[in-house]
């Protein structure tokens, strides 16, 4: 094991060389009767275990299939349909027996808001409808910061991302193939570090917020735990979006509001971005609209709840885009932008000195440093920075979107591995 790993109940072992879309349902359906409680509806989508090969593999066939040089992006759910109420957007009754009728309807969900209803019918898969998914799940509600899906129905979703690219989510599992490998997707917040930046990040905006409104906006949607979840989701959005652009980046948080230069970081470009305001504006914006006596203040509390929304989800796509220039994004703790283009500097000498060790987090054993030095220049620089400078935190991505995550104490580094951002402008789980 080179890095840290975290597994959710499910531990992938055994696999081929090559895994392909019989071992991504096989994995689905070991799952589902590892897991099966004594009424299968209350977690799982109603779909059987040879629905779910069947529609695993057309859509791995129809994702190899271009058009006009194009390959098809889409998703698919399957879920009970009196339970969607008005997420269901459209409804119709088109068999799907083939690739090719798979690959008609497909285009109908290549938005990021929608995604094809697959229904099971006396072992027959039918597309009977459209249903409404976003970025912010079903839960999304104007006024509101929900994070996770409000009510939404137990569900299988099915995302094709390209060809011989599938991610297939059931309850709490997300299991994704990719070029012949199968891996389960593990949510980057499970990294300690993290975790606590959000909830300190989060109880500094709830601080900030108080000051201002008033003490009762404590109160609202649960305090610095939520507002950190919300937080969560925005980087979420930051990472996903990195990952999908395909060219590797990586994302620094300095442990102090200090400039890049006093952490060996020499910002090519150095930049201004207040990603951390749009988020806690974002969240007064919600206490507003709950605040609001009459329809008039609530129509105008509702614009404002939309511009600030898309005002956190849109500089999170330009934050992404910043990390595919040759170099580091650098942020504060408050993630406020201080730089991109960023190199790393930090001499063998330097590095020498510095007394803290990699460790593995579970065990507190030794790791040895060639599970980093056979990495990439990234992961490398990555690793001398939070050796060098405790209390970094650095997000790394690798061309193939792997996600890693070097941070540090005073005593040790840790490395993070096979991670990955739940949240994805074509997903919602």
């Given at each position: 094991?080179?890095l840290?790993t975290?597994?959710?109940?499910?531990?992938?072992?055994?696999?081929?060389e090559?895994?392909?879309?019989?071992?991504?349902?096989?994995?689905?359906?070991?799952?589902?009767n590892?897991?099966?409680?004594?009424?299968?509806?209350e977690?799982?989508?109603?779909?059987?275990?040879?629905?779910i090969?069947?529609?695993?593999?057309?859509?791995?066939?129809?994702?190899l299939?271009?058009e006009?040089?194009?390959?098809?992006?889409?998703?698919?759910?399957?879920?009970n349909?009196?339970e969607?109420?008005?997420?269901?957007?459209?409804?119709?009754?088109?068999?799907?027996?083939?690739?090719?009728?798979?690959?008609?309807?497909?285009?109908?969900?290549s938005?990021?808001?929608?995604?094809?209803?697959?229904?099971?019918?006396?072992?027959?898969l039918?597309?009977?409808?459209?249903?409404?998914?976003?970025?912010?799940?079903?839960g999304?509600?104007i006024?509101?910061?929900?994070?996770?899906?409000?009510?939404?129905?137990?569900?299988?979703?099915?995302?094709?991302d390209g060809?011989?690219?599938?991610?297939?989510?059931?309850?709490?599992?997300?299991?994704?193939?990719?070029?012949?490998?199968?891996?389960?997707?593990?949510?980057?917040?499970?990294?300690?570090?993290v975790?606590e930046?959000?909830?300190?990040?989060?109880?500094?905006?709830?601080?900030?917020?108080?000051?201002?409104?008033?003490?009762?906006?404590?109160?609202?949607?649960?305090?610095?735990?939520?507002?950190?979840?919300?937080?969560?989701?925005?980087?979420?959005?930051?990472?996903?979006?990195?990952?999908?652009?395909?060219?590797?980046?990586?994302?620094?948080?300095?442990?102090?509001?200090?400039s890049?230069?006093?952490?060996d970081?020499r910002?090519?470009y150095?930049?201004?971005?207040?990603?951390?305001?749009?988020?806690?504006?974002?969240?007064?914006s919600?206490?507003?609209?709950?605040?609001a006596?009459d329809?008039?203040?609530?129509?105008?509390?509702?614009?404002?709840?939309?511009?600030?929304?898309?005002?956190?989800f849109?500089?999170?796509?330009i934050?992404?885009?910043?990390?595919?220039?040759?170099?580091?994004?650098?942020?504060?703790?408050?993630?406020?932008?201080?730089?991109?283009?960023?190199?790393?500097?930090?001499?063998?000498?330097?590095?020498?000195?510095?007394?803290?060790?990699?460790?593995?987090?579970?065990?507190?054993a030794?790791?040895?440093?060639?599970?980093?030095?056979q990495?990439?220049?990234?992961?490398?620089?990555?690793?001398?920075?939070?050796?060098?400078?405790?209390?970094?935190?650095?997000?790394v991505?690798?061309?193939?979107?792997?996600?890693?995550?070097?941070?540090?104490?005073?005593?040790?580094?840790?490395?993070?591995?096979?991670?990955?951002?739940?949240?994805?402008?074509?997903?919602?789980?």
């Amino acid at each position: 094991m080179p890095l840290n790993t975290f597994t959710l109940g499910l531990t992938l072992t055994d696999l081929p060389e090559f895994c392909g879309p019989d071992d991504l349902s096989d994995a689905i359906v070991s799952l589902r009767n590892s897991e099966r409680p004594p009424f299968p509806g209350e977690w799982f989508a109603p779909i059987s275990d040879d629905g779910i090969r069947r529609l695993i593999k057309l859509a791995f066939f129809t994702s190899l299939v271009a058009e006009e040089g194009r390959y098809p992006r889409f998703r698919m759910m399957n879920a009970n349909v009196p339970e969607l109420g008005f997420w269901l957007a459209a409804t119709f009754n088109i068999p799907i027996t083939d690739v090719d009728s798979l690959r008609r309807i497909a285009p109908a969900a290549s938005e990021t808001d929608s995604a094809l209803l697959i229904t099971e019918r006396d072992g027959a898969l039918h597309c009977t409808g459209s249903v409404i998914v976003n970025d912010m799940g079903f839960g999304t509600r104007i006024g509101r910061p929900e994070i996770l899906g409000f009510g939404q129905p137990p569900s299988l979703i099915l995302r094709v991302d390209g060809p011989g690219r599938l991610r297939a989510s059931e309850d709490c599992y997300t299991l994704m193939l990719d070029g012949g490998r199968m891996r389960q997707v593990v949510d980057y917040r499970l990294v300690p570090q993290v975790q606590e930046l959000w909830d300190a990040l989060g109880a500094q905006m709830i601080d900030a917020i108080a000051q201002v409104q008033g003490e009762e906006s404590r109160k609202y949607f649960g305090g610095f735990h939520r507002i950190g979840e919300f937080i969560h989701k925005a980087w979420s959005c930051v990472l996903a979006s990195a990952i999908g652009r395909g060219h590797g980046g990586a994302f620094i948080v300095l442990p102090t509001t200090g400039s890049p230069e006093e952490f060996d970081i020499r910002c090519k470009y150095p930049a201004q971005m207040q990603f951390g305001d749009d988020i806690r504006e974002f969240w007064v914006s919600c206490i507003t609209y709950a605040q609001a006596k009459d329809d008039g203040e609530r129509e105008r509390a509702a614009h404002h709840w939309n511009w600030r929304r898309a005002a956190v989800f849109t500089k999170a796509q330009i934050l992404a885009g910043l990390s595919s220039v040759d170099g580091c994004v650098v942020v504060d703790r408050s993630l406020k932008v201080v730089g991109f283009g960023g190199e790393i500097r930090i001499d063998d000498a330097k590095l020498q000195a510095a007394p803290r060790t990699l460790r593995d987090k579970k065990t507190g054993a030794l790791l040895p440093k060639a599970n980093v030095e056979q990495m990439g220049t990234r992961h490398r620089s990555a690793y001398r920075l939070a050796k060098t400078h405790p209390g970094i935190i650095a997000f790394v991505i690798s061309q193939d979107g792997d996600l890693r995550i070097f941070c540090s104490d005073e005593h040790d580094v840790f490395g993070f591995d096979r991670l990955h951002a739940w949240v994805h402008e074509h997903e919602s789980v």
